[in-house]
């Protein structure tokens, strides 16, 4: 089964700073899927991004900007220009047997103004 | 776009009662999930459902079981309600692999 750490339980940046939040994943299978998702203070859960192990091109969108490398097993998310409304708790998770997501802690990023 | 219909959002209920769950996945979508996330806790997987037959489990407890209909939507029951299933189930849909896309949680409040 794939997962995934993210070191970082909590991050606290003033609004404008970029952020960076970590997710290093394990895994021995050749083909695997990762996903981060935010979870703002209201409590849904929003999909971000998926990415495959095929794909290791960098993604962006916006603000947010993706960092997949399989050399050092990680998956990192950048926020640039960071916002208050982009204070949230953000989950790498990796998808497992069943299609299940396994979540793993996740990082708390709180955006002063 | 449509997403994912939870209902009821918010439900209370005694301790040894019943509670029903239901969700209205994202048309077209094949799979439907449910989650529980407890207080503070990360979100884990209960049980999902592949073309409305039974695919996966995950630490769901006996009490509670699940379907998927002719329609599509799916009812999560939970019986002999105890404080601990105090929590936010979350329903979610997707298509195979793909993302997997939650509906808003119902908050379940066991007193």
């Known amino acids: 089964a794939q997962k995934v750490t993210q070191a970082q339980t909590e991050i606290s940046v003033v609004e404008k700073e970029d952020v960076t939040l970590d997710c290093v994943y394990e895994t021995r299978d050749t083909t695997y899927y990762l996903f981060w998702y935010k979870q703002p203070p209201s409590g849904e859960l929003v999909f971000l991004i998926r990415?495959?192990?095929?794909?290791?091109q960098n993604e962006i969108s916006g603000r947010y900007s993706w960092n997949f490398q399989k050399s050092t097993s990680s998956f990192n998310f950048t926020i640039t220009a960071s916002q208050v409304v982009d204070s949230a708790v953000y989950f790498c998770?990796?998808?497992?047997?069943?299609?299940?997501?396994?979540f793993g802690g996740g990082t708390r990023l709180m955006v002063k103004p | 776009a449509a997403g994912v219909i939870q209902s009821p959002r918010h439900l209370i209920k005694e301790k040894r009662e019943t509670a029903t769950l239901k969700c209205y996945p994202i048309p077209r979508h094949d799979t439907v999930y449910w989650y529980q996330q407890g207080p503070g806790q990360d979100p884990q997987f209960l049980i999902s459902?592949?073309?409305?037959?039974?695919?996966d489990k995950g630490s769901i407890p006996d009490r509670f079981s699940a379907q998927q209909f002719s329609d599509y939507h799916s009812e999560l029951n939970m019986s002999s309600l105890e404080l601990g299933d105090s929590a936010l189930y979350f329903c979610?849909?997707?298509?195979?692999?793909?993302?997997?896309?939650f509906g808003p949680g119902t908050r379940l409040t066991v007193l």
């Open positions: 990415r495959n192990s095929f794909d290791e």
């Open positions: 459902f592949y073309e409305k037959m039974q695919s």
């Open positions: 998770a990796p998808l497992n047997a069943g299609n299940m997501l396994t």
């Open positions: 979610a849909s997707s298509l195979a692999t793909g993302a997997q896309y």
